[in-house]
């Protein structure tokens, strides 16, 4: 299995910029793909973005195309998430996650999470 810890969250004003971080240990060598998902209070959990772990390929939530970048250091086993612009309706808890291999129909590792608040 494997194991991630979430830094870099914090409290910003509207319009500033943030760096995620998520830092993979453990079984990392069959991994497919990792992710950053967002829970705001009151809400259901979202995907933000995730990334394929070979290729590099992307994908993003409507919401956040443009604004955020997700990207990954094979070399040292972490994805990032870049998040510039940041609105108050990006304040959430952000998880990152993985899905352990191609073959995986969910992301089932998980971290612990990292708040980012963004006030008005």
């Known amino acids: 299995q494997v194991q991630l810890v979430e830094s870099g969250g914090g409290l910003v004003q509207a319009g500033d910029s943030l760096r995620l971080s998520c830092a993979a240990s453990g079984r990392t060598f069959t991994t497919y793909a990792m992710g950053w998902f967002r829970q705001a209070p009151g809400k259901e959990r979202e995907v933000v973005a995730h990334?394929?772990?070979?290729?590099?390929?992307?994908y993003y939530a409507d919401s956040v195309k443009g604004r955020f970048t997700i990207s990954r250091d094979k070399a040292k086993n972490t994805v990032y998430l870049q998040m510039n612009s940041l609105k108050p309706e990006d304040t959430a808890v952000y998880y990152c996650a993985a899905r352990p291999t191609v073959t995986s129909a969910d992301f089932t590792s998980w971290g612990q999470g990292t708040q980012v608040t963004v006030s008005s």
């Open positions: 990334i394929e772990w070979t290729l590099g390929r992307t």
